[in-house]
């Protein structure tokens, strides 16, 4: 059973940082794909970011234009752990932040077609104030 448990959420000055945190249990996730996806109200869940374990284009990541050139994704294998450091927040980025892991898509998969993800984390809540 792999679990996928977020923090570093809370609240926030616009122009602010954050940086969230999603450690993995019950694998060993060096093959996996990791991301983020976020879900603001009243809108659709949409993808954020995703580091793949492979390093090639981009070394592995990959971004929505939105957050493109603010966030940054990253991962610790030695603590099984996945990161997502938040620069320059603005209030359309407060939504309830999702981790999510596929041992078996690529980065590319996970940005267009997060049905094919296996894993979920339970979310952690993002507000940004004006």
């Known amino acids: 059973q792999v679990q996928l448990v977020e923090s570093g959420g809370g609240l926030v000055q616009a122009g602010g940082s954050l940086r969230l945190s999603c450690a993995v249990s019950g694998r060993t996730f060096s093959s996996y794909v990791m991301g983020w996806f976020r879900q603001a109200p009243g809108k659709e869940r949409e993808f954020v970011a995703a580091?793949?374990?492979?390093?090639?284009?981009?070394?592995?990541?990959y971004y929505s234009d939105s957050v493109k050139g603010r966030f940054t994704i990253s991962r610790d294998l030695a603590k099984n752990t996945v990161y997502l450091q938040m620069n320059s927040l603005k209030p359309e980025d407060t939504a309830v932040y999702y981790c999510?892991?596929?041992?078996?898509?690529?980065?590319?998969?996970?940005?267009?077609?997060?049905?094919?993800?296996?894993?979920w984390g339970q979310g952690t809540q993002v507000t940004v104030s004006s």
């Open positions: 999510a892991g596929d041992p078996s898509i690529t980065a590319q998969t996970m940005a267009v077609s997060e049905d094919q993800v296996d894993y």
């Open positions: 580091i793949s374990w492979r390093r090639n284009w981009n070394d592995g990541t």
